[in-house]
């Protein structure tokens, strides 16, 4: 499951107190405009409970799509860069100031307040991105909801879910050499171009991991040990092609490559990655670890099916311990017996998110990956103490001679959107007094209080003498 971003929220910003253009009069009060429908937008979706907010996200979507035109022009034109070669004129009569609330930061309940129209640019981008994270997620729920055997119908969800974090790499990617050289307050830790780089890398490993998940049939039994009423695991063993199992191993291992970039990438400053949201660091490494893991167990697949299941289980209990289990090498791999109630205890409490529908495959994958294991290695113990009687390769050995990953996607630089030329020459004309009312309206009428009362809650306290109740 790619990782739960929370969306962020900003305040409102009349972009004509700062701005102004001769050549396009309403182009600025029409920014603005689409500006306030996306904040409405963002704060009234951070108001939903979790299990509206997917149906939401379309709505949000568009609202993206239509303020970022604007604001990439009014970008260009302060730059002297043509739009649909058309010179736009963008005078700067005092600098921007805005307030963004910080999505990866440890601290994300204050917002950032800032100068600039990089500012602006670099948060919004950096959300459009983030979004583009929770498009891939809610595909991946209609993945995972979709029966192990319909293989045709669950590869759209995995098709949309990579299509999204491309996108996303693409834009981080993006993002990332603008930002370069451009200074930011210390507590904009989204959009410096080492976080940004780091994102990148985030989406790359998670689009990377998805390219084995739709055709990794171990983990689609893992699925249907959920589903009492599922009866095809007593008449369908899985099956995998050698040459395939050896790709995705190496596709496994570049994810793991990928995540492991982006964790050194954060953690490269005097604070050691403190900066950033506890959950991400630990999703990261898991994903880290899952990746690596995973690549280990297309390895001894493809070691097994060649004939070698000695190499194969001292594959497993490579990626076991890369996984974390503590493991008594010289008998065979098993798991000692502390490390066994944490693994149990931890796979009760994921079993239960998922019966309930909640933020679940926040590890990574990495409790169904040890499962997998378990599995593997009790069916491989079997048949080579009964038939083969293969000595078992110190999982060190192995380890040390893993090759490299190799990488499956290629993200396409990402182009921003440019505002349509027929749009742009109406903007020549002065703002109307339609446009100039939806303008006050749209500044006047969202309020900065993001505070809600859940129904059935207890009102908020307030500090004595502050009573509404008279």
């Known amino acids: 499951m790619p990782f739960s971003f929370a969306l962020p ?72 860069k043509r739009v ?33 129209l990089d500012l602006e640019l670099s948060f919004v981008l950096s959300a459009r991105a983030y979004l583009e994270f929770a498009l891939a997620r809610n595909a991946m729920q209609m993945f995972h909801r ?7 119908l669950r590869k759209e969800p995995i098709k949309q879910a990579t299509d999204h974090l491309l996108c996303a790499a693409s834009i981080h990617q993006y993002l990332a050499a603008r930002n370069a050289d451009m200074q930011f307050p210390q507590a904009a830790v989204d959009i410096v171009a080492s976080s940004q780089t780091a994102l990148f890398s985030l989406a790359m490993a998670e689009a990377t991991l998805l390219s084995i998940l739709l055709h990794d ?25 050698k040459v395939r199992a050896g790709l995705f191993a190496r596709l496994g291992i570049r994810s793991s490559e990928h995540a492991e970039r982006a964790f050194a990438l954060l953690s490269s400053g005097p604070d050691k990655g403190k900066a950033f949201d506890e959950s991400l660091m630990k999703y990261i490494s898991n994903l880290q670890v899952v990746s690596k893991a995973k690549g280990c167990r297309f390895f001894g697949i493809e070691s097994e099916l060649g004939g070698k299941i000695g190499e194969g289980i001292g594959w497993l209990i490579a990626g076991k311990k890369i996984l974390g289990y503590q493991l008594h ?33 926040s590890d990574a994958g990495r409790i169904e990956e040890g499962r997998v294991f378990n599995m593997l290695l009790g069916k491989w113990h079997k048949a080579n103490d009964l038939i083969s009687t293969q000595p078992i390769p110190i999982s060190d050995y192995l380890v040390a001679r893993m090759p490299y990953g190799r990488d499956f996607h290629t993200p396409k630089p990402y182009i921003p959107p440019q505002l349509d030329a027929e749009i742009l020459n109406k903007k020549r004309a002065p703002p109307d007094e339609e446009e100039l009312e939806t303008l006050r309206f749209g500044i006047e009428g969202s309020s900065d209080d993001e505070t809600t009362t859940v129904p059935g809650a207890f009102p908020e306290q307030r500090p004595e003498g502050t009573s509404t109740y008279y």
């Open 84 to 116: 649909n070669d058309e010179e736009i004129d963008v005078i700067l009569e005092n600098e921007v100031e805005v307030e963004w609330r910080p999505t990866i930061a440890a601290s994300s309940s204050k917002r950032i307040k800032g100068r600039g």
């Open 217 to 241: 049939p171990y983990l689609a039994i893992i699925a249907q040990d959920r589903d009492k009423s599922d009866r095809e695991w007593m008449y369908k063993a899985p099956d995998i092609p």
């Open 329 to 361: 090498e010289a008998d065979g791999g098993k798991v000692k017996a502390i490390s066994k109630m944490k693994m149990d205890w931890a796979q009760k409490r994921e079993d239960k998110k998922v019966e309930k529908g909640g933020d679940w495959g």
């Open 146 to 152: 979709l029966p192990a055997s319909s293989v045709e």
């Open 9 to 80: 929220t900003t305040s409102a910003l009349n972009l004509t107190s700062f701005l102004r253009s001769d050549t396009h009069p309403s182009l600025i009060a029409a920014a603005t405009t689409y500006r306030s429908l996306l904040r409405n937008a963002l704060k009234q979706h951070r108001r939903l409970p979790p299990k509206e907010q997917g149906p939401n996200l379309q709505r949000l979507t568009a609202a993206f799509d239509e303020y970022m035109p604007y604001l990439l022009a009014l970008d260009s034109g302060l730059s002297n």
